[in-house]
């Protein structure tokens, strides 16, 4: 099992920036797969940002809305990945999730963060 705790979510306004943070435990050690997604009221979820690791080789994939607006990072000692996202607009308000998988499907996910963009 992997437990994936998602924090950095709140009010920001229109323009402003954020960054999110999700620290993963348990057993991680086989996970190559961490990313984002978000879901807004009504929506589907959907892809922000995702590292996928295949052996030495690390792919970065955004999602259309966000390309140029966020970064995906990941710091493997903490165990940790992050989104950085700036120029927020008010389409960017959602639940944001965090997924960890194996391969290419999420198997494991966050509770959620609000993170709500104020116009």
């Known amino acids: 099992q992997v437990q994936l705790v998602e924090s950095g979510g709140g009010l920001v306004q229109a323009g402003g920036s954020l960054t999110l943070s999700c620290a993963a435990s348990g057993s991680i050690f086989s996970i190559n797969a961490m990313g984002w997604y978000r879901q807004a009221p009504g929506k589907q979820r959907e892809l922000v940002a995702r590292?996928?690791?295949?052996?030495?080789?690390?792919?970065?994939a955004y999602g259309d809305s966000v390309k140029g607006r966020c970064t995906i990072s990941r710091d493997n000692a903490k165990n940790t990945v992050y989104l950085q996202m700036s120029s927020l607009k008010s389409e960017d308000t959602a639940v944001y999730y965090c997924?960890?998988?194996?391969?290419?499907?999420?198997?494991?996910w966050g509770q959620g963060t609000q993170v709500t963009v104020s116009s």
């Open positions: 590292i996928t690791r295949e052996g030495n080789i690390k792919y970065i």
């Open positions: 997924g960890a998988g194996y391969g290419q499907t999420i198997d494991y």
